[in-house]
């Protein structure tokens, strides 16, 4: 049973528009929440966090969002732009077991 | 340079011919893990190790072994290969306890199995 899940695989996007990536998770003990960026023959590579206490986190153009009573979390890019167009997995961290958990990831395509 | 090296990139073999995939870390990170990507089902871990001689079973760990005789090295093997793992498979580290700074992932290992 995934504890973590994107339920949008793809996603397109007009440049200089905003992104919007959602995930849900299942555990309320998660520590902190990360986001993953994927291109094609490349590992992922970490983009942003946010640990459970907080709410917003930013980093220049990417902000991430955590609504705790949901049980959710939004990663936007504003403004979006065609480099941006990649996998983005969403996961999550539980610090009792060091270990992470992935989403299935959704695939972001930014339109020139 | 920061990173995770795995290799080969790519690998074709047969059902049954034991293969090793090798990963390699600079960080002097305590923790490494293997994980496979199917589409629809994101990444899975496969096994993971939280130090030197200390491994332990992720979420899918069939048909797989791993070792960590030195920090930097946790090779993956697959003794007796089948076609269900046909996958893409990729290595990560991080330092142990480091949630919020996630993984550092390594380009990744497709493997076909036929």
């Known amino acids: 049973d995934q504890q973590v899940k994107q339920n949008s695989p793809s996603l397109s996007v007009q440049e200089g528009r905003i992104s919007i990536l959602n995930c849900d998770y299942t555990n309320s003990m998660f520590d902190y929440f990360l986001w993953y960026k994927k291109y094609p023959a490349e590992g992922p590579t970490f983009l942003i966090s946010?640990?459970?206490?907080?709410d917003k986190n930013e980093d220049g153009r990417f902000t991430v969002f955590l609504n705790k009573s949901a049980k959710h979390l939004s990663l936007h890019i504003v403004p979006s732009q065609p480099g941006d167009s990649a996998v983005y997995f969403c996961a999550a961290y539980d610090y009792n077991f060091n270990k992470f958990y992935f989403g299935s990831g959704t695939k972001l395509n930014v339109k020139p | 340079e920061a990173q995770v090296t795995q290799n080969p990139r790519y690998l074709i073999t047969v059902t049954g011919k034991k293969l090793t995939v090798t990963c390699s870390q600079n960080m002097n990170h305590e923790y490494m893990s293997w994980y496979r990507q199917d589409p629809g089902l994101g990444l899975r871990q496969i096994y993971y190790?939280?130090?030197?001689?200390?491994?332990d079973k992720g979420d899918v760990p069939e048909g797989y072994k791993v070792s960590r005789k030195e920090k930097r090295n946790f090779p993956l093997i697959l003794e007796s290969p089948s076609p269900n793992q046909t996958s893409l498979y990729f290595c990560?580290?991080?330092?142990?306890?480091?949630?919020?700074?996630?993984?550092?992932f390594g380009s990744g290992t497709r493997l076909t199995v036929v």
């Open positions: 190790s939280m130090n030197v001689e200390v491994t």
């Open positions: 946010i640990s459970s206490i907080k």
């Open positions: 990560a580290s991080s330092r142990t306890g480091t949630g919020g700074g996630g993984y550092t």
